[in-house]
């Protein structure tokens, strides 16, 4: 799909995935739970992805649950925790709501961010004490692409509330980070398979050894218990296959979608009077985006509406996000903007561009062909450019 800068959101599937999945869907279709010859060999599937995502995420075999996706792994990390424990749970204020409205809904405690989006390292510390359980701090924000410091997130809740469990809902982070090195001190760790190339409706929640955890979801006692329910065969087996494709080619992926990253951001910069190039501060040498994952690129624009831009750049055949919610017909500016002290007047005109594994050359040129014009359109619109 020419224009498809969504990539954070959802990623195409690979063949290679779809693949897979297709004998699971049709002639081998049994129930991995049963006993006979057609099960066996369901499990045997079942276990062979066991095997490959454990390898992946630095974790054993039997420390993987497969689950329904991203936010029922958060979910699972957060509740399970609370519920189990019980004290207090802390997350930063940047987490995708699968994380962060679970900790509050457990009356938990937010860690600020810096202008990046990155943590706080000092207020997290001041944060910690004997009460808390679980530590939730993200490996990838899902809006602006900031990769957290998770070893120092990790030293500092070892020194100061040892008891205390570590969780990082890691689903934007497969593609670009080697996670079984950089999830190495983390007890729970969260991935989703449409992130990298797999289905919609499985991922992962890696649990270590040791670790206690209150179920969320009871019945046969599928996957250690912790997940309960027919696991979804078809998608255990695809969600192994997209994530070795993606690991074995993260290399090179990472370099080349850093070229069409930069290529991008720095094309709009010089086209699009006033643009911000969210939590990227400018350097002598230029800006430096050290910090960010080469597949987000998050931008604010004065004078310009999110939903209105939308609606031009899908006209134009460009598919993007705005990294906003919208509640009873009103948009509101993102918390996550709204943690890194985004101005709302700013926040109101975001525009999230993510790339990934199928993005091509053809993709940021239909963007910088169809952003410009649109932008223009809209301040000629409003009566004034903002900027």
């Given at each position: 799909m020419l224009g498809y800068l969504d990539h954070a959101a959802t990623t195409p599937m690979r063949p290679e995935a779809v693949e897979a999945m297709l004998p699971f869907?049709?002639?081998?279709?049994?129930?991995?739970?049963?006993?006979?010859?057609p099960a066996r060999e369901a499990r045997r599937a079942i276990d062979e992805a066991r095997d490959t995502m454990a390898e992946?995420?630095?974790?054993?075999p039997g420390e993987i649950v497969f689950t329904g996706g991203g936010t029922e792994a958060d979910n699972l990390a957060v509740f399970g925790v609370h519920d189990r424990w019980g004290g207090t749970v802390v997350c930063s204020a940047i987490e995708h709501h699968a994380v962060l409205d679970a900790v509050e809904a457990r009356g938990g405690r937010l860690v600020p961010v810096d202008p990046r989006g990155v943590i706080d390292l000092d207020a997290l510390a001041s944060m910690l004490d004997e009460t808390v359980t679980l530590v939730s701090v993200m490996a990838v924000n899902n809006e602006v692409g900031t990769i957290q410091p998770l070893e120092q997130v990790a030293a500092v809740v070892r020194e100061r509330a040892p008891r205390a469990l570590l969780h990082t809902d890691a689903v934007q982070g497969f593609c670009w980070l080697d996670l079984a090195r950089v999830t190495a001190p983390f007890d729970l760790v969260s991935v989703s398979a449409h992130k990298f190339g797999g289905p919609k409706g499985v991922?992962?929640?890696a649990i270590r050894s040791g670790v206690e955890l209150a179920a969320r979801q009871v019945g046969g006692g599928q996957e250690r218990g912790w997940r309960s329910g027919t696991q979804n065969v078809a998608g255990i087996v695809a969600i192994a296959v997209a994530a070795a494709r993606s690991a074995d080619q993260r290399d090179d992926e990472v370099e080349r979608v850093t070229k069409l990253r930069d290529r991008l951001v720095e094309g709009l910069l010089a086209t699009v009077p006033g643009i911000v190039e969210t939590g990227v501060p400018a350097g002598a040498a230029g800006p430096d985006r050290s910090h960010k994952v080469p597949g987000i690129c998050h931008l604010c624009i004065p004078g310009v509406d999110s939903e209105s831009l939308l609606f031009l750049l899908e006209k134009g055949e460009v598919f993007a996000s705005a990294a906003s919610s919208c509640s009873s017909g009103a948009v509101e500016p993102s918390h996550v903007l709204a943690a890194m002290g985004v101005p709302r007047s700013l926040a109101q005109g975001s525009l999230r561009l993510s790339l990934?594994?199928?993005?091509?050359d053809a993709d940021v040129d239909r963007a910088l062909a169809v952003v410009p014009p649109a932008v223009e359109r809209l301040r000629l619109f409003s009566g004034g450019d903002d900027t």
């Open positions: 869907l049709t002639e081998q279709f049994a129930n991995p739970s049963g006993a006979h010859r992946l995420l630095g974790f054993e991922g992962v929640l990934g594994w199928a993005s091509t």
